[in-house]
């Protein structure tokens, strides 16, 4: 079942793929700290966005294939207040 919602995000990098890899965890509860993947085509821009976020302090709205399953795909990724 996908995830659309906000999450509170830690860590951010890349992966050896050259995708975004994300540390998120999801307000509501629906997962824990769990690990994630920018969808291809995507990776820069998420990034930045990631990027932001934790250094801002903010957390971020993002759509996700499978939130209870490590390394899926994340396809979309806001920052918010």
Request: hydrophobic fraction near 45%; glycine fraction near 8%.
């Amino acid at each position: 079942m996908p995830f659309d919602g906000v999450c509170a995000i830690r860590r951010a990098g890349v992966s050896p793929e050259g995708l975004a890899q994300l540390d998120l965890k999801a307000e509501d509860g629906t997962f824990d700290w769990n690990w994630f993947l920018s969808r291809d085509g995507l990776s820069r821009e998420i990034l930045a966005t990631a990027l932001a976020a934790i250094v801002s302090g903010k957390r971020v709205h993002c759509q996700i294939d499978d939130p209870v399953s490590t390394w899926s795909r994340v396809y979309r990724f806001l920052i918010i207040s």
